[in-house]
């Protein structure tokens, strides 16, 4: 299996809103979370809050809860690191600003 880039430079689109980033393929068995960064290049402190989701797009509890990245800062999302996100579902995040956190992801197909 070979490691893939989930989520490249990956914004938020809008404010306090939780939107998918990536979707799972609908054939095999998830994906596997190896890497995933969360920069702040901004003049503030920024947060957010990451999500794993099913297939049916159930509303589900943070896999990484409320965080503040301050400035010139990154958060490595510890709590997410492993995690599988199931065949179809997605991984979603919410930001306290649009464009403010710069997020990267990479994982492997299971």
Do not use: C
Request: charged content about 15%; glycine content about 10%.
């Amino acid at each position: 299996m070979t490691d893939k880039v989930l989520v490249f430079n990956g914004l938020s689109a809008v404010a306090d809103t939780i939107e998918a980033f990536y979707e799972s393929p609908a054939l095999g068995n998830g994906t596997k979370i190896k890497t995933f960064t969360a920069s702040n290049d901004t003049l503030t402190s920024q947060s957010y809050k990451a999500y794993i989701y099913n297939s049916a797009g159930v509303a589900a509890k943070s896999v990484v809860p409320f965080t503040i990245v301050v400035r010139d800062t990154a958060d490595y999302g510890a709590s997410i690191i492993g995690q599988v996100i199931p065949t179809g579902g997605t991984l979603r995040i919410e930001s306290s600003n649009a464009s403010g956190l710069n997020f990267y992801v990479t994982g492997v197909d299971l």
